[in-house]
Structures are given as C-alpha cells and as structure tokens.
C-alpha cells in the first residue's frame, strides 16, 4: 500500500513507560520486528477512538465508563496464553462501541486495534495490519520473565486491614434493618428488606414542595461512572463510583472520610450501585471481584476478599445485602458468559457460607433445562440488581438475568434455568425454596431485574402477600408469595416482535435490549395502593452472528445489537390489586434514575437529562424541578437528619448508554427552605 510513513520510531517511547513490563510481539519473526501495523492507520484509530469509545474508555485509554484498554492490567489480561489479538480483535469489532455493537467498518476496527496496540507498546512498521486471523493469532501481547521494576504484581486475594478488621463504629443492629420500613433513615438499598421505596416521612408534602431548595452539594471529585444507591444511618451518608467509598454528613454534606480501592485484578463494567450497613460495617463489591469491609466510623479497610473471578468474566456491581451474620452477593457478567451464582460471606471476615449456582453445574436440578451441544459453551445467570427478603418466611429473592450466549437460542434448547427467574433461597443455607421463571429460552437479553417490592394488598378482593418481579422487557408482574403464581402483569411503553427470533438478518423488536425496567426498580406506596415503576422505552434491531466464538472472559452475545436512534422514558403508576395503568409521566429520555415514595404524598425521582422531580403521588403531576446539571441514573432517596426531612441524590456521569454521561458524580441535597427566609 501507497501510505507508508515514517513513523516507525514513534512507538518507541511508550515501551519506555511501560518498562516494569517487557513486552515481546511472539514469535519474533521478522514480519514483527518491521512493526504490527503502519503509523498512520493507529493515527486514523486514535481519531475514531476519539469518536466512538473514549467516552467509555477514558481519554487516555484509562478506564472510566469500562475498562481500561493500556497499561499493566490490560496486558495482564490480554496477554494470557489462552487469549490472542485475534480475539481482543474479534471481541472489540464484534461487541464494540456498546450499545452499537459492530456499527464500525471493518477497515475501522482494524485501525483502532492498531492504535491500542499502539498505547500498549507494540511497534508501527511499514506494513498495515490485517484482519487476518493467523497474523492477528500470532501477535501476541505478553510479559516476560521477572518484572524488571522488580514490583510485586501477585494480587492478594484476602486482604486484612492494619488496625484488624473489627470495626470501631456502630449500628445500625440488624433488629434495626429488618424493621426499615418505619425507619427515617434509608437503611438499605431499597429502603428496606421488602425493597418498598417508601419512607413514613412527611415533613416534604404537596403543599409545601415548592419550598424545596438545594441544601447541600458533594463532588466525588472523580471521573467514574455514577449509579449509586446511597444509605443513610445516623445522620451519614454512604456512596460510591467503582473504586471509592465516601461517608458524608447527611445534612451538610460534609465529608467524614473517603476510602478509594486499589484494583488488584482486571476490572471489568467499573460500575458500583452501593454499600450495606450493619454494627460498624460497610460492605461493598469491586469491578474487579473483591468484597471488602470499611469502618463506618473511619473508612479504615478492615478486610478485603475476591470472590468472584475477573478472569471469567466476573465482576460485582450490586448492592450486597447483610442479614445478620451474613453478607449476599453475586456477579454480573451473563453478556461475559460467567457460570452465575449468589454466595454468602461472613461479616466478620468475608469466609464463605454457602453459594448457589444460578445456572446448575452437571448433576444439579436444573442442569437438564440446557440441552445445548456440548461444544457450545453456555453461561449466565448473573445478579447485578438489589435483593430483597421475606424474614417470616425465611426467604432470600434473587433477580437471576439472561442466558448467554444473548441472541442465539438455538445453541441452548430448553428453558435455561434458572435465567430470568425469581429464585427464592432459604437465606441460612442458600438451599432454593422455590422459584419462577419470567422467561424461558430467552434472546432478547430480556433480564429480570427486581424482586421487590415485598407488600400486601387485596387481589380479586382477598388480601395477599404479594412481590414485584420486574426486568428488561418491560413487564412488571405480581405474584402470591404463598402460591408463586402470577396474579397480574403490566406491560409498558412500545411492543413489538416480543417473541419473534432472532435473525440473521435482523430483527427489530421492542422493547429492545436496553429496554424496560433496568438497576432501578418499583416503589409502592400503601396509601395509594400504587406502584410507580421508571422504564426505558427504546427498540433495538439485532443480527445474529454467522459464527458464534467464545473468548473466555469477554464479551459472548452471538450477535450484533442496534439501538434506534429514538428513545424515551416512563415512570408509570400501576395499579396494585388490579394490575391497570392510573397515569403516566413521559421524560424525553430514558428513566432510569431511582424512585421513591413517601407518607407526603409525593415521589421523588431523576431524568437521565439531569431534573430532579417531585411528583404528586395521586396524579403524576410535576410539583418541582429542578436541574442538577449532571445526567441523573442512580439513587434519589429520601431521609431525616438534623431534624428535617431531606432528598438525596446521585447526578452526574451516569450510565452512558442512557444518556447519562454529562456531569461528574455528585451527591445532590434538598430540604425545604424555611418558611419566612428568602429565596
Ligand atoms: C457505552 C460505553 C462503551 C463504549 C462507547 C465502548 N465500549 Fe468497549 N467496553 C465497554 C464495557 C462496559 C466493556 C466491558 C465489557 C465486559 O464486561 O467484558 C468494554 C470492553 C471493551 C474491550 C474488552 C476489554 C477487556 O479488557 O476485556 C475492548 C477491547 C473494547 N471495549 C474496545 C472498545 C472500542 C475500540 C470502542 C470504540 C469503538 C469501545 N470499546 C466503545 C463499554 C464501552
């Protein structure tokens, strides 16, 4: 080709920077010794880089939004014996840029790979890269011998704090969160153990909401995504992106102590939607796979466990939930292929207690719901959503999401279990009680995300104890807990091919794959008998792929998905005996954000364009707004401190395939301005 520069050189300088890492192209044939690719197709992949993938990726290829695709970690991944460029190629031209996965050309990817192997230390030349896959197999990024910095890179993976992992501070007891339901503090993730989203407080009502004012503002100070679900204990409020924790006074927002997590493993969705709390501890999930424990007095580590595997596509982005003793987790990651599971940990020092296969091993009930070709290898069933329990019964909900691979359901015939299910576990043992599937044979990437909220109402004039199953495609059902069975369900925003499969060339359906009840799910509010749901109303057209490939650990969706270039959102009020639609508030956007109801009257809830909104409860009126100035996708919850009722919230750096990447975190705080005081 006619382009050669003269850039050979200007690679050069980069493998000096990464000098605690040796990297060798492999084999050193003489093809590689002339470079890997030509200087001016990494120069066209750093303008598209630009363009497509630094908004996730980071500027600098440093992480934020996703992981990092330069420097140490990177290489420690991608240069495994069991991975090659081949598949970092294939992985990146078939899944990349989300949610447009393979919109690029393919004269495109080869020019981004060129530019990111350019960023981790391998040569131009004078010959272009090709898409050819025994060329690409055979670059090979890897460190050899001895780091030369002679730094210790073995990760630890149990970790105990300096002063010991007893924690220092106190509450709240766990008497305490199984009765969050009257508590003024929002002690869980979703308020409390049933997951309502409702709080007694009235102090913010219809009348008065106008009166709302900012009371306080936090910055994170960090460039990380933003989706957490904050806690509030004590007149303390507890948030976090991927890597940092931070304890701020409730009602001033001043900071009482930050904690920020050095990643040990690779991290994969660097997303994080919140801590626990009980006796002194606040407990939390990392992108790259640990549990770790935090003085709530201080923010001193005081034990740090990985328990899930980066490797294998796993990663923690849920809230945990603490019971007693106990800690409640699982990964995310069914795009990744994971085997999923949910696992108990001891509190006191982060030693596993029991662990549930969410997709069953060889032998185990279930297993036969899987009738694929032993070649084809098939995962899923992760959890990256809030749990909620049943303390009568004794009984742990679990959100169990999507089968992998995504779209091809003919490689797995069968119902999959136990994917896009309600999975109940008998909370000491982790034995499963009972559970009902949503979806069976699943390829929409159509996970089921809530399990909650836990409540009681009449239903066909008896009253009965009922929870919320609700997920990605937009169906919000009630079921008995006694009998399991559905009572009534409440499909919302645009359908349209639901259930018609998947093509080769195509299908466009609705809602898409980023549709429907997403992190944040219903709130109910008993003195309305409604439940107020936020959706995202978007289709998506999908491929299927010619070929299915696995990379272990990355990206397995079997095809190639499409958003429309439309999208909107809905926070919808439903009816709880009946299952019919009483209003509906439409955003321009998708709705991701938290909502919360409360004895006031009014809800409290966040557009991906940034407004904060109170609602009235009865009728979905707009009483308040206000801009925070950042892309609202996590928390917005309500407490008291101080004496005064007040609304907390997340904005800035949100999910960005909702629309959510405008702003830095911050933590937003509102109260009602005094009577008699000036605007
Ligand atoms: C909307 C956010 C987003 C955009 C835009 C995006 N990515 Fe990604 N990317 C991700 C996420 C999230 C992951 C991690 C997926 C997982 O769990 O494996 C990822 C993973 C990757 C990986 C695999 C990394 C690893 O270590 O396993 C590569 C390579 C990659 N992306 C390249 C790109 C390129 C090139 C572009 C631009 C064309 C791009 N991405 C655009 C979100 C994004």
């Known amino acids: 080709m006619g382009r050669l520069q003269p850039g050979i050189l200007m690679a050069v300088p980069r493998i000096v920077v990464l000098a605690s890492l040796i990297l060798t192209v492999m084999p050193l044939c003489a093809q590689a010794a002339r470079g890997a690719y030509t200087a001016d197709q990494a120069a066209r992949g750093k303008s598209l880089y630009g363009r497509y993938c630094a908004v996730c990726h980071g500027d600098m290829l440093e992480g934020g939004a996703a992981p990092a695709l330069a420097g140490e970690t990177f290489i420690k991944s991608w240069g495994q014996s069991t991975r090659t460029v081949d598949d970092l190629f294939y992985v990146m031209s078939s899944s990349m840029p ?37 060329t690409l197999g055979a670059l090979r990024l890897a460190r050899t011998g001895a780091d030369a910095g002679g730094r210790a890179t073995a990760k630890q993976t149990y970790i105990v704090g300096d002063g010991g992992i007893r924690p220092t501070g106190k509450g ?12 003024s503090d929002w002690l869980y993730h979703t308020h409390d153990l049933h997951g309502t989203r409702y709080s007694p407080l009235d102090e913010i009502t219809r009348d008065n909401v106008t009166r709302m004012q900012v009371a306080c503002i936090y910055q994170l100070g960090s460039t990380e995504t933003f989706v957490t679900g904050p806690i509030v204990h ?13 304890a701020i006074d409730a009602a001033t927002c001043r900071e009482k102590w930050r904690y920020n997590w050095e990643a040990q493993d690779a991290e994969l969705t660097p997303h994080n939607r919140g801590v626990a709390i009980e006796n002194g501890y606040v407990v939390r999930g990392t992108a790259d796979g ?21 490797a294998a596509g796993e990663a923690i982005a849920m809230p945990p939930l603490i019971l007693g003793d106990l800690v409640i987790v699982g990964p995310a990651g069914s795009e990744n292929n994971v085997q999923g599971w949910i696992g108990a940990f001891r509190l006191a020092d982060g030693a596993p207690v029991w662990r549930f296969n969410t997709i069953p091993k060889a032998g185990q009930p279930g297993f036969d719901t899987w009738n694929n070709d032993p070649n084809v290898p098939v995962g899923g069933g992760a959890v990256w959503t809030p749990l909620s329990v049943d303390m009568e019964r004794g009984e742990v ?33 982790g034995k499963l009680k009972w559970y009902a599937q949503m979806i ?6 159509y996970d089921l995300t809530q399990v909650s909220p836990l409540f009681e109402t009449a239903v066909g004039g008896r009253r009965q104890k009922l929870v919320v199953a609700a997920g990605k495609d937009g169906i919000v059902r009630v079921l008995n807990r006694d009998t399991h069975e559905i009572l009534h369900q409440t499909p919302i925003g645009t359908r349209f091919n639901e259930h018609a499969p998947i093509t080769r060339e195509g299908t466009h359906y609705c809602p898409g794959t980023l549709g429907g009840i997403q992190w944040n799910g219903p709130a109910w509010n008993p003195r309305t008998n409604l439940l107020y749901v936020p959706t995202v109303d978007w289709c998506f057209t999908t491929k299927l792929d010619e070929k299915l490939r696995n990379v272990p650990g990355s990206q397995y969706m079997g095809g190639t998905p499409q958003p429309d270039k439309q999208s909107q959102g809905f926070l919808t009020a439903i009816d709880a005996s009946s299952g019919a639609i009483r209003w509906q508030y439409r ?90 005081q000036a605007h």
Request: aromatic share 8%.
């Open 172 to 183: 709240p007891s766990a008497t305490e969160l199984q009765d969050a339901e009257h508590s």
């Open 290 to 310: 640990y549990l770790i424990a935090l003085d709530s007095a201080d923010g001193r580590l005081l034990w740090a466990r990985q328990v899930a595997r980066p």
């Open 234 to 246: 004590a007149g303390v409020m507890y948030v976090t992106t991927a890597r940092l924790t931070a």
């Open 440 to 445: 069976s044979n699943d390829d929409k990437d």
């Open 98 to 134: 989300k949610p447009a996965s393979g919109s690029l050309k393919p004269d495109e990817y080869l020019e981004l790979l060129a530019f990111v192997l350019s960023r981790n230390g391998l040569s131009a030349g004078d010959r272009p890269l090709s898409a050819d896959a025994a």
């Open 587 to 676: 955003a321009e956007q998708p709705m991701v954000a938290a909502v919360t109801a409360t004895a006031g009257g009014l809800l409290f809830t966040g557009e991906s364009g940034g407004d904060l909104l109170a609602l009235d409860a009865e009728n979905g009126r707009v009483l308040y707004r206000f801009n925070t100035g950042g892309a609202m996708t996590g928390g917005v919850i309500t407490y008291s401190a101080a004496g005064h009722q007040y609304v907390g919230a997340a904005s800035g750096r949100g999910a960005v395939m909702f629309g959510g990447g405008r702003g830095a975190p911050t933590i937003v705080v509102f109260r009602l301005r005094e009577t008699g």
């Open 397 to 429: 909900y679990v959100p169990v999401t999507n089968p992998a691979p995504d779209f091809p359901k003919r490689v797995r015939p069968g119902k999959n279990l136990y994917t896009n299910s309600l999975v109940a576990l008998d909370l000491r043992t």
